[in-house]
Structure formats: structure tokens, C-alpha cells
Antibody
Framework: QVQLQESGPGLVQPSETLSLTCTVSNGSMNNYYWNWIRQPPGKGLEWIGYVFYSGGTNYNPSLKSRVSISGDTSKNQISLNLSSVTAADTAVYYC??????????????WGPGILVTVSS | EIVLTQSPATLSLSPGDAATLSCRASQSVYNYIAWYQQKPGQAPRLLIYDASKRATGIPDRFSGSGSGTDFSLTISSLEPEDFAVYYCQQRTDWPPLFGPGTKVENK
């Protein structure tokens, strides 16, 4: 069963860039969409965007001007960069696989998440 | 943008009770609805997709129904591990959007 693990700084300064990495193990990145979804403390889920294994991307229009997602199939890693962060970007960030085999188009595998706090 | 409304916000039940959770879309999403379960401190887990299909490994006490704008998740007999927050999600409209969630709490 595929496993996802997010990593990166737990604290980011306001106006700086939030950078996270997701490492995929027990599986390949090929033929899947790889998403980032976030959840502010005590609140609901917000889709950030995805990268396809071949490199195509798509982002939430509400974040598009600040977000960049990339993938490296040789390292089995997905990266998230979110620029000009504010306290509103404080959230648990999840790396999520979008299934294209069985539950096509749905988020079937999630990392445990990483809490990122934006504060000086 | 399609808006998802979930009701009730909180459901207070006991183990062994049946639970019915509702998800309503502001316009038709056909059958493109999924349900996720989230326990405290954990990531969400896919339960139901395409409105009524159980994801791999999900017990058959969980079932989904509906089409168009009205959907339901039913838990036939609550187990202690089922007390959690449940989210619906649509992928008909862009971007993918989650509902606000229903908390099923132990009475």
C-alpha cells in the first residue's frame, strides 16, 4: 500500500515562502495525480492543487498567484511552494494521491499531514 | 461555484444506533460525490465514492446513496470507532470542494 509522508518547516515567517516535500513510498508516482490539501486548525478542507506524474499542474484559483507544485519521479517526491504567506495560511497540509485506477478521480491515499504555523 | 451543505452539523448518538448524514449540493453534481471520515489528529479517509461505491477495505455498515443534489451517508450500526467528522466532496465543478462536515459524537 502506498505511503505518503510530508516534511518541512513547522514555522514560517509572514511574507516568506512555505516549502513542503511529500515522499512517496511503496509505490510509483506514475499514472497518478498528486495533490496538496490543507486544513486550518478546527476548520474544513481546502484543495490547493495537483501535479500529474508527467508534470502538468492545476491550482485552486483562490491560491493560483502564490502556489507552485512540482514532482520528481526519480526521487518519488512532490513539492509545494506557497509564497507571501500570512497567518491565514496556518494549517495542516496534506499530500494526497488521486486515484486513477479504481476510485477514479477521488482522493484515496493521504499522508498524515504536517502542521505549518505562520508567525513571527 | 457549487456549494455543499451538510446536515446536521452535529449528530449525538450511541453505539449500535443508525446514523444518517446529509449532503446537499447547490446544483447537480450527478453522482460525483465522495464521503470521507476524519478522526481527531488523523488524515481523512475515503469511505464512499461515486455516491454509493465503498472504497477498498470499508465495512459494509457504511453505505451511500443519492444523485443530483441530495446525498446521504448511512452507518447502519455505529461502532465505537465510527465517532468522527464526516465530509462530503464534489468533483463536478472546479475546483474540487468539500462540505463543512458533520460531527458524529457519542451521546
Amino acid at each position: 500500500q502506498v505511503q505518503l509522508q510530508e516534511s518541512g518547516p513547522g514555522l514560517v515567517q509572514p511574507s516568506e515562502t512555505l516549502s513542503l516535500t511529500c515522499t512517496v513510498s511503496n509505490g510509483s508516482m506514475n499514472n497518478y495525480y498528486w495533490n496538496w490539501i490543507r486544513q486550518p486548525p478546527g476548520k474544513g478542507l481546502e484543495w490547493i492543487g495537483y501535479v500529474f506524474y508527467s508534470g502538468g499542474t492545476n491550482y485552486n484559483p483562490s491560491l493560483k498567484s502564490r502556489v507552485s507544485i512540482s514532482g520528481d519521479t526519480s526521487k518519488n517526491q512532490i513539492s509545494l511552494n506557497l509564497s507571501s504567506v500570512t497567518a491565514a495560511d496556518t494549517a495542516v497540509y496534506y499530500c494526497v494521491r488521486e486515484d486513477l485506477m479504481v476510485a477514479t478521480g477521488w482522493f484515496d491515499s493521504w499522508g498524515p499531514g504536517i502542521l505549518v504555523t505562520v508567525s513571527s | 461555484e457549487i456549494v455543499l451543505t451538510q446536515s446536521p452539523a452535529t449528530l449525538s448518538l450511541s453505539p449500535g444506533d443508525a446514523a444518517t448524514l446529509s449532503c446537499r449540493a447547490s446544483q447537480s453534481v450527478y453522482n460525483y460525490i465522495a464521503w470521507y471520515q476524519q478522526k481527531p489528529g488523523q488524515a481523512p479517509r475515503l469511505l464512499i465514492y461515486d455516491a454509493s461505491k465503498r472504497a477498498t477495505g470499508i465495512p459494509d455498515r457504511f453505505s451511500g446513496s443519492g444523485s443530483g443534489t441530495d446525498f446521504s451517508l448511512t452507518i447502519s450500526s455505529l461502532e465505537p470507532e465510527d465517532f468522527a467528522v464526516y465530509y462530503c466532496q464534489q468533483r463536478t465543478d472546479w475546483p474540487p470542494l468539500f462540505g463543512p462536515g458533520t460531527k458524529v459524537e457519542n451521546k
